[in-house]
């Protein structure tokens, strides 16, 4: 098995074992009054009608763009995250690279975290392209490697020591060359914004709900119960301690 097919699976199991893990901490990250799901939803205009989300997990996106007259549509490979998903609306078990929808039916096509943890990019964004309308906008969302202070970075090492284990959040944006693909694809980026979020640790729950959503390279107990026991001894020495997100938000018009 080639490493892109040990990536998938590794993926799959993950968002199978533990759906809605990304999300629960996503929604409790903050930047200012809002986290990175409002920040998405800022971008989508109240006229948008039909939207669909693409990697939709447990359904955060369709959660918070839900209006009146609106339909928004949460697909995701993973069948409970789809059944989690479907609480906040219509949601459907497919893969982001055949996506089970029609051409041309979305006025707006979303995704929070597919680009980071499905490859390759450019066919996730050419489905996302198929099936929204002209004019339509794909607005896909992902960690960045910046804005990070000096602190953050400290603190984020200071963490993965204690792991020993290279660790980070879903791969970052950056490194898929959005620039260049999102024109193969028949769309013009019209918007690229990036937001320091942060995600506050003050118990052993907090600790360990942050490391259950970190896509380690192995399933190792012992490298996530020291990371849980390293956060829980620097909040007991000085309190609340806060982990950066960096995310990511591109906007492009078909």
């Known amino acids: 098995m080639g490493r892109a097919a040990d990536r998938a699976e590794y993926m ?11 999300a629960a901490v996503l929604g409790r990250s903050r930047a200012g009054d809002h986290n990175p799901y409002h920040w998405l939803s800022r971008a989508v205009s109240a006229q948008a009608r ?29 069948a409970g995250q789809v059944q989690m998903a479907a609480e906040a609306g219509p949601a459907v078990q497919g893969d982001a690279l055949r996506l089970p929808v029609a051409d041309g039916i979305a006025d707006v096509v ?12 450019e066919a996730v964004l050419r489905e996302m392209a198929r099936v929204l309308r002209p004019g339509g906008l794909m607005i896909v969302m992902g960690p960045s490697l910046r804005p990070m202070s000096p602190a953050d970075a400290r603190e984020l090492a200071l963490l993965f020591a204690a792991m020993r284990a290279r660790v980070r959040f879903p791969g970052a944006l950056e490194r898929l060359g959005l620039s260049t693909v999102l024109p193969l ?14 995600f506050t640790v003050s118990s052993r729950e907090d600790a360990e709900m942050l490391l259950r959503a970190l896509y380690l390279p192995s399933a190792d107990t012992e490298q996530v119960a020291a990371g849980v026991e ?8 000085r309190g609340p301690v806060a982990l950066p997100i960096p995310m990511r938000r591109v906007v492009a018009l078909k």
């Open 185 to 198: 694809v028949g769309v013009r980026k019209v918007e690229d914004a990036r937001e320091r979020y942060r």
């Open 50 to 78: 039909t939207v669909v989300d693409v990697a939709s997990g447990s359904g955060a996106v369709a959660r918070q763009l839900a209006l009146p007259g609106r339909t928004v549509v949460s697909v995701d490979l993973a």
């Open 12 to 22: 799959a199991g993950f968002h199978r074992d533990r759906p809605g893990a990304v």
């Open 230 to 237: 390293h956060l829980v001894k620097r909040v007991t020495a």
């Open 110 to 121: 979303t995704s929070s975290m597919g680009l980071a943890v499905i490859s390759p990019a």
